[in-house]
């Protein structure tokens, strides 16, 4: 009978393992480094491993190099799908910090955020609480300081605040100010647009060579509004992605990004498109 029982076990576990091969008979990995720009696995950062369906559905769970610990997982309904082919986010989308700890939990429809969208400090306590419905705020959010006290209340109507309050570490009102501010280009986005065409010049070899699409910098613009650590971590030709990360290195200085009305580093993804008229 024990024979059987381990006969009938192993049977268990390896048609487990058949059809989880069978449901995502694409599995690859991926090394980065800080900004998402692939490298050699000594260089990297964090492993991303992608696991693809025959529909295209899939997952990404990113993992600390060296560690191995997982730091986030996400579902998507299509994997290669998006505007920039970064996937289509559909289904529960979770971050983790280093010591385990749960850091974001959201959920997604069709890339929308819908639902429930929570994060939590590294120790373990309530950070915010808020809710989506197609991307679009709703209800209320209420976000917290480490000690428990409650840090602010808004409640959305239609993607509008209709009402917001802010508090001090002893439960005290405050003046009202908004809880993030995103970095600003110098006149606003329809400014930087502007800025960007005329700055641009298209690389003879790229324009030779008939090449054109779309390069992704990061950088970092930090407490002053000044550009660090640019790097092209997508590109399509090496001229055009030498000429994208000139025109970032040559910005003005921008309008720093707030949190709780404090300047804050703010790592920005811009992509630089290349066509060809």
């Known amino acids: ?165 802010v508090y001090d570490e002893t439960g005290k009102e405050q003046a009202y100010f908004p809880m993030q501010v995103m970095p600003e280009f110098p006149g606003g986005e329809k400014r930087m647009l502007q800025w960007l065409g005329s700055y641009i010049r298209y690389p003879k070899t790229t324009r030779k060579a008939k090449a054109e699409g779309i390069v992704f910098v990061v950088f970092v613009i930090d407490k002053e509004g000044n550009i660090n650590n640019p790097e092209v971590i997508k590109g399509f030709h090496v001229d055009a992605d030498a000429e994208a990360l000139r025109v970032v290195r040559g910005m003005p200085t921008w309008k720093p990004g707030l949190l709780e009305g404090k300047p804050t580093p703010v790592r920005y993804t811009l992509p630089v498109r290349f066509a060809l008229h």
């Open 1 to 165: 009978m024990k024979h059987i029982y381990s006969f009938l076990l192993a049977v268990t576990l390896f048609c487990i393992g058949h059809y989880a091969q069978a449901q995502y008979p694409e599995i690859s990995t991926k090394y980065v480094n800080e900004n998402g720009k692939e490298v050699s696995p000594d260089q990297a950062a964090y492993f991303i491993v992608s696991k693809k369906d025959s529909l295209g559905r899939g997952t990404r769970t990113k993992f600390q190099s060296g560690t191995n610990k997982k730091l986030s997982l996400t579902i998507y309904s299509n994997i290669d799908g998006g505007k920039y082919g970064y996937g289509t986010q559909h289904g529960p989308s979770m971050e983790w910090y280093e010591n385990g700890q749960l850091k974001t939990e959201a959920y997604y429809l069709n890339n929308e955020l819908t639902g429930n969208f929570n994060t939590w400090y590294e120790s373990g306590q309530k950070e915010l609480s808020r809710k989506f419905h197609n991307g679009t705020p709703t209800d209320t959010l209420t976000s917290y300081y480490e000690t428990g006290v409650i840090r602010r209340q808004e409640v959305y109507a239609d993607g509008n605040m209709q009402t917001g309050k």
